[in-house]
């Protein structure tokens, strides 16, 4: 869960050091807020106007250790 104020922004990486990633997808975009993927990360903008919880879901294909995969995240917005 992400605990942020209206109308801030936050960032995330998502690869980690034995993590290659082939592919980043969003596949279920937040309802108020606004969603950026750049490169290996993503960035959260909440709007100013927000009030009570958001979310969405990224999906992560890549390999780990020489093994392909694909990994799902989900995210849950709470304004503060």
Do not use: N
């Amino acid at each position: 869960m992400i605990k942020i104020k209206p109308g801030a922004e936050c960032i995330q990486g998502l690869r980690w050091s034995t993590i290659m990633i082939d592919a980043i997808a969003v596949v279920d975009p937040p309802k108020s807020g606004r969603l950026v993927l750049q490169g290996p990360s993503f960035r959260y903008f909440s709007d100013p106007a927000a009030q009570g919880a958001d979310h969405f879901k990224i999906v992560i294909k890549g390999t780990s250790l020489h093994i392909g995969g694909t990994s799902a995240i989900e995210v849950d917005v709470a304004s503060q």
